[in-house]
């Protein structure tokens, strides 16, 4: 009877070993969770700025694409009712574009 109950004891501690191994590993994976959860919103946050700054940044070259095609659009309307388009085509991209600008020169 004791060689019963001594493989009996080996398997309880077994066992238990194996329970407080699987409670520590779940505790682990909880705080993993956790962890997780927070990088994910620090990496939400932070995508949310970086979006932001291409918004404001977006929008300014939209701008600048829109000036730019009205100015053509002009270039274009003037060049096909003028005999002498060159002064306002010249006069036009000096208007629009931004190295020509007077402040700069």
Known sequence: MAKGSTKYQLL??????????????????ADLRKENE??????????????NDWEEERYVLQDKVESYEKALRDIDTHIRATTEPVPYIVQTLLDTLPQYDSENC
């Open 12 to 29: 309880k501690d077994d066992f238990d070993h194996a329970v407080r191994e699987l409670k520590l590993r779940n505790e682990l994976i």
């Open 38 to 51: 927070k990088l994910k919103d620090r990496i939400d946050t932070k995508i949310i700025f970086v979006n």
